[in-house]
């Protein structure tokens, strides 16, 4: 019975800015770390960020380190996900993912294999 639902997803130029959220249900947000993967045309689904249950340790992907950046409201189960500077590349369907806290780690935060639970994904497209 646990959801994830993305929105914030959109069409926008290059340089742009979009915030993704995560809204959560039926599970206890601060017992969960949380994860971004998206997976743009052609390509496998990568990992993008994550996020400590406690929200005080991020992980990120080389490609959007310093323009991207997870956080969350544990009060209002959301996770957010701040996109700035877009690039083409950054074009994908963008998807949040829960891990227990007790199987997350930092060595294990980009892999995809460890979430149990997925959302459907948001389109962010970034037009040149």
């Known amino acids: 019975q646990v959801q994830l639902v993305e929105s914030g997803g959109g069409l926008v130029q290059i340089g742009d800015s979009l915030r993704l959220s995560c809204a959560a249900s039926?599970?206890?947000?601060?017992?969960?770390?949380m994860g971004w993967f998206r997976q743009a045309p052609g390509r496998e689904r990568e990992f993008v960020a994550a996020?400590?249950?406690?929200?005080?340790?991020?992980n990120y992907a080389d490609s959007v380190k310093g323009r991207f950046t997870v956080s969350r409201d544990n009060a209002k189960n959301i996770v957010y996900l701040q996109m700035n500077s877009l690039k083409p590349e950054d074009t994908a369907v963008y998807y949040c993912?829960?891990?227990?806290?007790?199987?997350?780690?930092?060595?294990?935060?980009?892999?995809?294999?460890?979430?149990?639970?997925w959302g459907q994904g948001s389109q962010v497209t970034v037009s040149s």
């Open positions: 993912a829960a891990v227990h806290r007790s199987i997350w780690s930092d060595a294990t935060a980009g892999s995809e294999g460890k979430y149990a639970y």
């Open positions: 996020l400590s249950w406690g929200g005080g340790i991020t």
């Open positions: 039926c599970l206890t947000l601060s017992s969960f770390a």
